[in-house]
T-cell receptor
Framework: NAGVTQTPKFQVLKTGQSMTLQCAQD?????MYWYRQDPGMGLRLIYY???????DKGEVPNGYNVSRLNKREFSLRLESAAPSQTSVYFC???????????FGNGTRLTVT | GENVEQHPSTLSVQEGDSAVIKCTYS??????FPWYKQELGKRPQLIID?????GEKKDQRIAVTLNKTAKHFSLHITETQPEDSAVYFC????????????FGSGTRLLVRP
């Protein structure tokens, strides 16, 4: 039981490049989330998926897209990376609406 | 939408003293308030949570209090230890913001030996 697994752990991109951050959970959770963490700004919600087949915008969705591929997997795509997207990205999941979030180990992304 | 403010941004205490971190929220429909601890370079982990039908909850040295009227909640850590040093985040989830958990900006707690 690995919990929430994120890949890659580290990534460096040049401005304008694209990439997809992968997230998978093996806890049979219904909802999944993508957050970004910047110094002094806490965790900000990018997108979330309440259940398989649904996605919705969070606080800071601009520049990102998501795909809930199946119940286990929720990916985050940057189509054209910008330096402002340099951050640590956390994926999380929860079994139901009022349940605690379980976080992955994060992906540290640098855009030069 | 929901907005969560957290204070202080940094807190330094002597080992054995108590630490208090406070958060306020804007959406009166919020009904779930967790606290997360994040050690350097690691993932946030839940340490305690409280729901809107409860005013206080304790777990050993950690307690959380909720004042729904004033829309604020607090984390209390007693008998602090060096291993309590970390960043602590509060969060709030509104009943009508399905699955959306909004976080405060974090408090860096340093416990001096």
């Amino acid at each position: 039981n690995a919990g929430v697994t994120q890949t890659p752990k580290f990534q460096v991109l040049k401005t304008g490049q694209s990439m997809t951050l992968q997230c998978a959970q093996d806890m049979n959770h219904n909802s999944m989330y993508w957050y970004r963490q910047d110094p002094g700004m806490g965790l900000r919600l990018i997108y979330y998926s309440a259940s398989e087949g649904t996605t919705d915008k969070g606080e800071v969705p601009n520049g990102y897209n998501v795909s809930r591929l199946n119940k286990r997997e929720f990916s985050l795509r940057l189509e054209s990376a910008a330096p402002s997207q340099t951050s640590v990205y956390f994926c999380a999941s929860a079994i139901e609406e009022s349940s605690p979030l379980h976080f992955g180990n994060g992906t540290r992304l640098t855009v030069t | 939408g929901e907005n969560v403010e957290q204070h202080p941004s940094t807190l330094s205490v002597q080992e054995g003293d108590s630490a208090v971190i406070k958060c306020t929220y804007s959406d009166s429909a919020s009904n779930y308030f967790p606290w997360y601890k994040q050690e350097l370079g690691k993932r946030p982990q839940l340490i305690i949570d409280i729901r809107s039908n409860v005013g206080e909850k304790k777990d050993q040295r950690i307690a959380v209090t909720l004042n729904k009227t004033a829309k604020h909640f607090s984390l209390h850590i007693t008998e602090t230890q060096p291993e309590d040093s970390a960043v602590y985040f509060c969060a709030a989830r509104a009943r009508d913001s399905s699955y959306k958990l909004i976080f405060g900006s974090g408090t860096r707690l340093l416990v001096r030996p």
